[in-house]
């Protein structure tokens, strides 16, 4: 079994929105999806990209990918997020995911940024292990905040900030 990581291309965002599909259903929000095919190749491609996404290759198929985009941190400088890192569901434990998760610690790495940060939910303790087993350090006494824009819609016109 040979496993290829390479950058994506615009072509190849069917089968990452098909992957960012499968993620949403193994996190049972499989109606959170918004994004479209559009959508990724408008903000993952040319020059004022937003992101950088990886995808894994068994047998010329795209069986897994990762995104990944900048950060800055206050305290240490340039960082990168890791977004998703998702392996097809029939291929996981077959090193896939470990292979895009080097790929991404050497993108960082060669962008000499000071840090990468991602978030797992409690509940996926094969994800959590192999973190873990990584040499990553779980940051149990934070908590996740999002704001989605209904939720700063009604901020902003509660506090008279509404444009």
Known sequence: MKIVVRL?????MPQVLRLIKDLAAFE???????ISEATL???????????TCFVAELDKKIVGMALVYDRFSTWKGRSIHLEDLVVNSDLRGRGIGKA?????????????VKRLEWVVLDWNKNAI??????????LKDWYLVQMDLSRMEKYLKKNNNFN
């Open 41 to 51: 190749i408008r903000e993952g491609f040319g020059k004022n990209a937003i992101f």
């Open 28 to 34: 049972k929000e499989i109606n959170a999806v918004e």
């Open 129 to 138: 292990d192999f973190y873990e087993s990584s040499g990553a350090k779980l």
């Open 8 to 12: 994506s291309t615009p072509e190849d």
């Open 100 to 112: 895009l998760y080097s790929e991404v610690i050497k993108y960082a790495v060669k962008r000499n």
